[in-house]
C-alpha cells in the first residue's frame, strides 16, 4: 500500500509563487496522484490529478495559477500569483489495491 | 452540474447507529466510483469506504466489519451505514466522486 507524505506547512508571500509537495513512497513512484484544497471552514475541493510523466487534468472552475509536475516519485503543485483566498489546507491523494490513501497535509500560509 | 448533499449526521451515543446519505445530481452514482472520506477536528482526511460501478465495496482497516457503503440507483444516493459507533469516529464525512468532486459534509458526533 502506497503512504503519501507532505509537509506540514509552507508559506509565501502575496502575488508570488509556491511549490508544494507530495512524496510517494518506495515502490510507487509512478502513481497518479489528485491534489485538493481545503480553505478554512470548508469542504475540500478537487484541484487536479497529476501522473508521474507531469501530465495533469484540472477540474472545473481552477484558475489557471495552479499547475502540477512531477520529478521521481515527488509530485509537486505550483500557485503562482498568490491570493489571499489560496490560504488553505492542501491534500495530496493516490490509490492502490482498493484502498485509498491520504497525505497529511499542507498548511498554506499566505503572508 | 455535479452535486453532492449529505445528510444524516448528528448525536449519537456511543455503541449507536447511524445512516449517511448522499444525494447526487448531474451524474449517475451508479455509473461511478463513490467514496465516504471523514475528518475528525483539526485533523487530515481519512479514506473510509468504496463502491465500484459493478458493486464491489472495499473499507479501510478502521471501519470494516462496523460500516457498510450502499447505493440506490433508483434514488440516485450513496448511503453509508454506522454501527457500533465510538468516540473517535467523531468526525464530518464527505461523500466524492470518482476523488474528482466533494459534497459539503454532515459531522456526527458520537459521545454520551
Redo the contacts between chains.
Keep these: 500500500q502506497p503512504v503519501v507524505t507532505q509537509s506540514s506547512s509552507a508559506s509565501a508571500s502575496l502575488g508570488s509563487s509556491v511549490k508544494l509537495t507530495c512524496t510517494l513512497s518506495s515502490g510507487h513512484s509512478n502513481y497518479i496522484i489528485a491534489w485538493h484544497q481545503q480553505q478554512p471552514g470548508k469542504a475540500p475541493r478537487y484541484l487536479m490529478k497529476l501522473e508521474g510523466s507531469g501530465n495533469y487534468n484540472k477540474g472545473s472552475g481552477v484558475p489557471d495559477r495552479f499547475s502540477g509536475s512531477s520529478s521521481g516519485a515527488d509530485r509537486y503543485l505550483t500557485i503562482s500569483n498568490l491570493q489571499s483566498e489560496d490560504e488553505a489546507d492542501y491534500y495530496c491523494e493516490t490509490w492502490d489495491s482498493n484502498t485509498w490513501v491520504f497525505g497529511g497535509g499542507t498548511k498554506l500560509t499566505v503572508l | 452540474e455535479v452535486q453532492l448533499v449529505e445528510s444524516g449526521g448528528g448525536l449519537v451515543q456511543p455503541g449507536g447507529s447511524l445512516r449517511l446519505s448522499c444525494a447526487a445530481s448531474g451524474f449517475t452514482v451508479s455509473s461511478n466510483y463513490m467514496?465516504w472520506?471523514r475528518q475528525a477536528p483539526g485533523k487530515?482526511?481519512?479514506?473510509l469506504s468504496?463502491i465500484y460501478s459493478g458493486g464491489?465495496t472495499?473499507y479501510?482497516d478502521s471501519v470494516k466489519g462496523r460500516f457498510a457503503i450502499s447505493r440506490d440507483n433508483s434514488k440516485n444516493t450513496l448511503y453509508l451505514q454506522m454501527n457500533s459507533l465510538r468516540a473517535d469516529d467523531t468526525a464530518v464525512y464527505?461523500c466524492a466522486r470518482e476523488?474528482?468532486?466533494?459534497?459539503?459534509?454532515t459531522l456526527v458526533t458520537v459521545s454520551s
Design positions: 467514496s472520506v487530515g482526511l481519512e479514506w468504496l464491489s472495499y479501510a464527505y476523488s474528482a468532486a466533494w459534497g459539503q459534509g
